[in-house]
């Protein structure tokens, strides 16, 4: 069994350029497990600076299709959208497998120590229909780190 990574709690203000210090903070989850059987579910997981690096044209089309706001604004689009929407622009924006059936998400927002900008982890997850493994939604997701991680040693 492989283990995500834990997220922090959601805290307001935590995401904010200028004084928010987020580091893996949960922005939204659905159908998202805590630890998942490597060999029959499947994640994949980018950051969204590294997308825009990699194909800058596909990602800004991606962004103003589904979000209308650019990369500013994924965080409180995502809050906003229903979970299907979000999977949708998830699975177009991390150009995932279109054979393998996605079942859920998750996106973590940091904000940058030095740069003081907005980072989104982007990761979708497929649930084999055979797997045992638990998923969960914002509401219960289980294990989050209360404040803020800057300072903690994570074990």
Known sequence: MRRVYPAEAHRFGAMR???GDAS????AQHQFPVQFDQERDKLEE???DLILNR???HAIRCLTEYTGTG???IGEWIRRSPPESVLAF?????KADQTVTWTGFRVLGTVHRT??????TLEIFAKHPESKTPVFNTANAPCLIQGSRH?????
């Open 115 to 120: 740069t003081r900008q907005a980072l989104w």
């Open 71 to 73: 990369d500013l604004g």
């Open 46 to 48: 980018l950051d969204h």
């Open 24 to 27: 893996g903070m949960l922005i």
């Open 151 to 155: 300072g903690r040693i994570l074990r």
């Open 90 to 94: 998830l699975q177009d924006i991390l």
């Open 17 to 19: 350029s200028s004084f």
């Open 55 to 57: 194909d800058r044209e």
